[in-house]
Each structure stands twice: as C-alpha cells, then as structure tokens.
C-alpha cells in the first residue's frame, strides 16, 4: 500500500492522503483515527505487524508531549497525528500533533480511545494477548483510564469535552457531551476490562470503570433516546422543577425543539441525540456516534434497530449518492455564524456541516449487520464503489444528498479507500467486527 508511513524500517502507520494537493500540510500525517479503518484491512489481511507496530509507536510517542505553561502534571493523551522526520544525516524522528500545531488548537480525546480499541481488535484478530501483558501496554492503559475517570466539574456520568475533540475537528458547537465521545468512552471502558491485568492498584480503578459504564449506558439509552414518544414527552415538558424526581431533570424547554423535526421523526424509528447538557438538547443526528453506539452495544437492541430503521426510512438525507451524512440537518444563516464562527470550509451541507463521508462507511456497514441489514449494507456499498474510484477517492461529498465532490476535499484519501476494503471483508465476514461488541448492559 502506497499509503503506508515506515518509521526504523518497519511500517508504522498510514497517511491521511496521498494526493500532491493537499487542504492541510498535516494531511502527510498519521492521524489515529483515519489508520482505524486501515487497521482493520491490515487485520482482515493478516498484516498484523502494521497494527503492532503502530500501537507501539503510538504509545511511545505519548511521552514527546511538551508541558503546557500553567499547566500542572500532564495527562499524557495520545496525540491526533504523527509523522516520521528524515533528517539529512540519515537518522529519522518522531513528531507528534497533540493539539498544539492542529488547526484551531484541537485536543484529540477521541486518539486515545482509539488507541486502546485497536488495541482490543488486534488481540482479538492476532491472538497475541502477550502485546497488552507488556508492562508498557499495561502502563499505558492504566494512565488512559486515569485521564478517563478523572473528576471534573461534573454531575454526569458522560465524558465532558471541548469543541472540536474528536472525528469533528473544528467549531461546530459540539461541545460537552457529544454522542461520538460517549460511545468510544462506553467501548474504551469495556475494552479495558477486558485488557488490563486486575491486581492491587488497578483492581479499584476497574471496579469504579464499570460502574460508570453501566451508568453512562442507563444515562445514554434513556436520556439520549429520541422517538416519537419521547418527542411528545419533550413538547409537553414541565420546567423548572427542582428537586430529585424531575420528569426533565436538564431543564430542555419544548420551545428549543426545531421545526425540522416534528415532521422529520418517522413512527418506526428514533435515534440518539448529538449532545445534551443543562438546558441544552442537540437534536441533530451524528452519524458516526449513532454507528458507533450500535457497533458497541451501547444503544441497546430495540434503539439499534429503530435507527437503522431511521435510516431506511430517511435514506436520501442519511445517505443519498455517498454513504452516509456526517450530520443532519445543517446549520445555515445565524445559527451557522454562531456556531462555526463563519467557517467557509463548514457552509451548510459541506465537510462537517452536513457533508457525506465515505470514510464512515464501514462503521454504516457494521451497525448494519449488527442488526441483521445485511441489504442495507450491501446497497450503501454499491453507491460508493460506483463513485469513489472514478472520483478518486475523495475525503468528503458536498449537498444534501452527497452529489458532488467536496469542495475542497483532498484526493486519494486513505480512510475513504480503506472504509470500502473494510465493508467488502464485511460482506465475507459479517459478524467480523464482533470483539467490539460490549456486554448487554443494564
Ligand atoms: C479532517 C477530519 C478529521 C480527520 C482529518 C484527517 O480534519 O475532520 O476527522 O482526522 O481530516 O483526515
């Protein structure tokens, strides 16, 4: 593979994207979150030494983090990307982003979940549980779970984060609790179980991880959960009402309910929604966090199917001419000025702001088969084989059905090639991806 990055001779990872042009010079970069889907064809292919090699690579450049003026201790999260430096004597060097060169300053809190669920899916593929036993490996998951379990000015049980922090790297008035964080928090937690060693130090650490994962999930599954149902409780919410038995405990007044959705919401289905906090209910559907949360377990049977239900009801919106939507609807006028701070890249039904990606496409084929859509699954795979190559795959679609090529979308991006391959080994394999699949749950 063209796209690969070697670092001492050995493969090491993937680059963003290939194409000479390029909207950012950190796409030459590894991202962790794009070599996700690359690890899993490395997997399916038997490469696991790319995986190995990477999550070693990963965990050592951890330590390259440089102390934040002001701040006290660091967390030692795991950077957004890396590259290997050839210097002219010969010898070759780390660089890591941790949000310090990224465009707008960015904290990738997704990187480090990430890290540790590649981690689960190449010993689960390899068989080589040695990797995680490593004192290293151990060390490494130990702190993650730290910097995980912290406590923050928070009542919550999910993860609170700044804009920004995840697959969605810039402004778009995802800050708080997004849906994406709380379901790769909900895997991570479940991951760690199943890969740190217990003993005397990190026996209370696991214990206290699965408390919070059963009640991120009771939390999540029930205040999370949009239906039509739900949708009239909300509309004939009561408000400001103090006290512990608060039927609309997070105060959401029925008048922040937008006018898209009263007609939009079909009766056989529901979704989680992208973001809740005091006051505050993001009624906007996120992809990759409703994906994700089927992928894992985190929404439970009955959700898992009334989203992809959502899904072939709303099938133009959702996924249109490439699999699928990253958000809908977009924002535009006002709100799209507030919220992005009028990002030219982020116009309404462009990138983020209502953009078709198909590097999302194995997460779509995965719920899909989870839930036994195995139709859907293959229908989304044959829109995108139809255009990407021809298009050369290309980083992101623009409109409101994913028409035409991002405007300003790279070429040749790994992640969009790499989501196909993933999807096709899918369809050979469909219950392939099921060492992610969390215990029932509460
Ligand atoms: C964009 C995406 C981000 C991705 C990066 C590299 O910034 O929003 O999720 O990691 O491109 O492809």
Redesign the pocket.
């Known amino acids: 593979m063209e796209a690969l990055i070697f670092f001492d001779g050995e493969p090491v990872g993937t680059r963003?994207?290939q194409s000479a042009w390029m909207a950012a010079e950190n796409?030459a970069d590894c991202?962790i979150?794009?070599f996700v889907p690359s690890a899993l064809v490395f997997l399916m292919e038997g490469r696991f030494d790319v995986v190995r090699n990477f999550l070693s690579v990963a965990l050592r450049i951890r330590g390259l983090q440089e102390e934040i003026e002001g701040h006290r201790g660091l967390p030692r999260v795991m950077p957004a990307s890396f590259r290997v430096e050839h210097h002219a004597d010969g010898n070759e060097s780390l660089h890591a982003d941790f949000g310090d060169r990224a465009i707008g300053r960015v904290a990738p809190v997704d990187s480090m979940m990430w890290w540790v669920l590649l981690l689960q899916a190449y010993v689960a593929k390899s068989g080589d549980k040695a990797l995680a036993k490593q004192p290293t490996f151990q060390r490494g998951m130990q702190s993650i779970l730290g910097v995980l379990l912290n406590d923050r000015f928070e009542v919550f049980p999910t993860l609170l984060v700044p804009d920004a922090s995840f697959?969605?790297?810039?402004r778009m008035g995802v800050y708080g609790h997004p849906l994406e964080i709380q379901a790769l928090f909900f895997g991570t937690l479940n991951a760690l179980t199943d890969l740190m060693l217990p003993d005397e130090f990190t026996q209370p650490m696991l214990q206290q991880a699965e408390k919070r994962r059963l009640q991120l999930t009771e939390y999540v599954r029930h205040f999370y959960w949009l239906d039509v149902g739900r949708l009239n409780d909300i509309h004939r919410y009561e408000t400001e009402a103090f006290g512990q038995d608060a039927a609309n405990p997070l105060n959401i007044y029925p008048e922040s309910i937008p006018d898209w959705m009263t007609e939009w919401l079909p009766d056989e289905s529901g979704y989680l929604l992208g973001n809740l906090g005091p006051g505050r209910m993001d009624f906007r559907f996120f992809a990759f966090g409703n994906l994700l949360a089927i992928i894992f377990g985190l929404a439970d049977a009955a959700q898992s199917d009334a989203i992809m239900n959502l899904y072939e009801i709303r099938w133009p919106d959702l996924v249109g001419q490439m699999p699928v939507k990253l958000m809908y609807p977009a924002m535009k006028g006002l709100e799209w000025q507030l919220l992005t701070g009028s990002d030219p890249k982020n116009t309404p039904w462009s990138y983020?702001n209502g953009g078709n990606w198909p590097a999302l496409l194995w997460a779509f084929a995965g719920a899909a088969m989870r839930t036994g859509r195995d139709d859907m699954a293959r229908q989304a795979l044959s829109i995108a084989e139809s255009r990407l190559l021809s298009d050369d795959w290309p980083?992101y679609y623009d409109g409101r059905n994913g028409r035409l090529i991002g405007r300003r979308a790279n070429m040749q991006?790994t992640?969009s090639a790499a989501a196909l391959l993933v999807t096709h080994g899918l369809m050979h394999e469909p219950g392939w991806l099921s060492f992610w699949h969390g215990p029932a749950g509460s």
Not at 167 to 170: C, F, W, Y
């Open positions: 963003a994207a796409y991202f979150r794009d697959m969605i790297d810039r983020h980083e991006q992640w």
